[in-house]
């Protein structure tokens, strides 16, 4: 099996998963196929992989003897990627199963499945620790087993451990360390029946903070595409749904924002070729069986048409905008987003810094976003001048709006004075959702790029007033525009005077220099910028777009987000500045000849690298000497790097330094 990461959103990942009979694009939706009484043809309606029950052909003589003889594939009439299960569905619903763990891994294989799973022993919520434990033990014992009976099989590891995060953690280390293909997660079910999905999340984070990158993660009993969104985002690649039948036999329609019963429809619900074709007097008129199976396909399309439009908004960089539309759907998927909110240290790790798609403030959920948490965290590293001036905002990007500034100054106490002469003045713009924007950044994505309704709610108001205070600390001197002091309601101790008109034009220099301080480390603005350069700006907007060290080339900032762009200059100087192994990938020898001809780098040839780096960042490619051999920019983040054998680490802009 191979697994390859396309694109990347939060912790969600767009890839190929490539088995014996044929490739998944993930996020992928998993139809549950009974054996021997599949009537619905679950392929003709976006079906790339499927899961069925092979206990229950193995219990059945007449399914088990043309399983054997067909194979699996034959025996459901699916030519694409089939998961088994093993029996621990009916393990943890009738508490025993006649089969063993060797001998149902075996007829798994034997029945050429494509990708198969242990017996694992599926521990229910809230059940005592001991138990919990107990039972954790016996499915990692199951785990270790199952690799020494199996010959060629692809396998399943299904992560236990209950609602106990911190078993669910130990389950996902030590199946990490074993030679698995894919990682369940199992035994939530009851937790998405009884809508707890706050402990959803939580079973969910324990598990994939430990599970390898390089392995895709199915959600087992995931099967409502109101779960779909957040699930990926929190990392899960594969999702299995009887839901689809389950929902239509009980005369239920799924949709993205909830379910509907057919009893109190007037008008069908979306413009799948069911809901085109019939009414639903029609429907209801219907013999049980008919409608069921229109139902089912009903069920069918919405769920793959959610899986789809979850794809596009990961390769749009949109996803975090469909996950809280998606999580306002019922007041405990909120209860979960807001919980997911507090992970944002950890999701920030894999969520790309530049994307597509504009940040879109949709409530005081977007506080938490992985995009608000990463700026703050630089900006307080950012070295600070002797004074700042914050400015309420205009409109976007405020450098381009603010021509001069006639300040009403707040005064606190009876110290006055003014400043007067040239002081090192930063100039910052105080706005939602980012807090303190300097003004040289007002520019890189995401801080231009961004919409907030103009009616502030009290919680970003109070956070923006904390990132204000805070950020006020670092400086001698604090000059606070008065409409935010009443706004955000701000409690100074610096002294903040009157200020004269100044001109809020900022320096070419300082601004770029901020960037790459910002973009990469403190200190690297002025290791790539240092002696004259020369700033050439675009004719049409007046905006800067290179710079050159005489007739070098040393960067370009691109105009879609304002981020710097290394060339050749540029990659030597950080190369030179950067302490080992910052901002580096490291490749092996086989590597190096093709990483100085400019070829892409492949993670299977990487020996080492900085395990900050995030995606599509600009990163220098080293060999194991610290020569610098290319640059480019990074497909995947430090730690995927490190992880995957398979697939392309870095996409190389120039090689032959």
């Known amino acids: 099996m191979n697994f390859e990461i396309k694109y990347k959103d939060a912790r969600a990942r767009v890839g190929i998963l490539t088995t014996d009979h044929g490739k998944i694009r993930t996020p992928a939706l998993m139809p549950v196929v009974h054996p021997g009484r599949q009537t619905l043809p679950v392929k003709d309606y976006g079906a790339e992989i499927v899961i069925t029950n092979a206990y229950l052909i193995y219990k059945n003589d007449e399914l088990r003897e043309q399983a054997l003889k067909e194979g699996v594939h034959g025996l459901i009439d699916f030519p694409g990627p089939i998961v088994t299960d093993s029996g621990s569905f009916q393990l943890s619903t009738y508490g025993e199963v006649e089969v063993t763990n060797p001998e149902i891994i075996q007829f798994q294989e034997a029945i050429g499945t494509d990708i198969g799973t242990s017996l694992d022993i599926p521990t229910p919520p809230d059940v005592p620790r001991e138990r919990a434990e107990r039972d954790l033990e016996v499915t990692l014992e199951r785990a270790r087993e199952s690799l020494q009976v199996r010959e060629d099989l692809m396998m399943n590891s299904v992560v236990q451990g209950s609602t106990y995060p911190d078993l669910r953690s130990k389950c996902a280390q030590e199946l990490a360390g074993m030679d698995f293909q894919v990682h369940p997660i199992g035994a939530v079910v009851p937790l998405m029946e009884s809508y707890r999905y706050r402990e959803l999340v ?10 390898p990158d390089s392995r895709p993660r199915h959600l087992m009993g995931a099967g409502h595409p109101m779960v779909f969104a957040l699930a990926v985002a929190m990392g899960c690649d594969l999702f299995d749904s009887a839901a689809y039948i389950l ?8 949709m993205p924002n909830g379910t509907h019963k057919l009893e109190n429809l007037v008008e069908m619900p ?4 069911v809901c085109t074709a019939y009414t639903p ?20 399309a919405i769920s793959f048409a959610e899986i789809r439009q979850i794809r596009q908004a990961i390769v749009e960089g949109s996803l975090w905008e469909l996950v809280e539309q998606r999580c306002r759907a019922h007041p405990y998927l909120l209860d979960a987003l807001r919980r997911l909110g507090t992970y944002s240290p950890l999701i920030e790790k894999y969520d790309p810094p530049y994307k597509k798609s504009a940040f879109f403030y949709s409530g005081t959920e977007s506080l938490r976003r992985p995009e608000v948490y990463r700026h703050w965290e630089k900006v307080k590293k950012l070295p ?30 009876d110290c006055g004075g ?20 300097p003004l040289e950044l007002d520019q890189v994505y995401p801080l231009a790029q961004n919409e907030t309704p103009t ?45 004269d008109p100044l001109s809020l034009d900022t320096d070419d220099l300082e601004r770029v220099r901020m960037i790459a301080d910002y973009q990469f480390l403190p200190g690297a603005g002025v290791a790539l910028f240092n002696g004259p350069v020369r700033v050439v700006k675009s004719r049409k907007t007046g905006k800067i777009r290179h710079l050159y060290q005489g007739e070098d080339l040393i960067a370009t900032l691109r105009a879609s987000d304002g981020v710097l762009v290394l060339a050749a200059l540029g990659a030597r100087k950080l190369h030179q500045h950067l302490p080992y192994p910052v901002n580096r990938v490291v490749v092996n020898e086989e590597a190096e000849p093709f990483a100085r001809e400019g070829k892409s780098i492949f993670a299977k040839f990487v020996i080492n690298c900085d395990i900050d780096i995030h995606a599509q960042e600009e990163v220098l490619i080293v060999n194991s000497e610290d020569e610098l051999l290319a640059f480019g920019k990074s497909i995947l983040n430090g730690r995927e790097i490190t992880d995957f054998q398979t697939g392309q680490a870095v996409k190389t802009r120039k090689g032959g330094l």
């Open 202 to 211: 939580e079973v969910v984070m324990a598990s994939v903070e430990h599970l």
């Open 247 to 254: 929902y239509a036999q009980d005369d239920r329609l799924l």
């Open 270 to 273: 979306c413009s799948c070729p």
């Open 281 to 300: 007097t029609d429907l209801r008129s219907m013999d049980g069986e008919e409608r069921t199976l229109l139902l089912a396909q009903h069920n069918l």
């Open 384 to 413: 600070r001048k002797e004074a700042v001036l914050l400015l309420a905002p205009v409109t976007k990007p405020y450098s381009q709006n603010l021509t001069h500034y006639l300040g009403v100054g707040y005064r606190k106490g």
């Open 418 to 437: 003014v400043i007067q002469g040239k002081v090192p003045l930063q100039l910052a713009v105080v706005d939602v959702p980012f807090g303190v924007i």
């Open 455 to 499: 009616i502030m709610d009290q919680e970003a108001r109070h956070q923006v007033k904390m990132m204000v205070e805070e950020y006020l600390k670092g400086f001698e001197t604090a000059l606070v525009d008065c409409k935010l002091v009443k706004k955000y309601q701000l409690d100074l101790e610096e002294q903040v005077t009157v200020v």
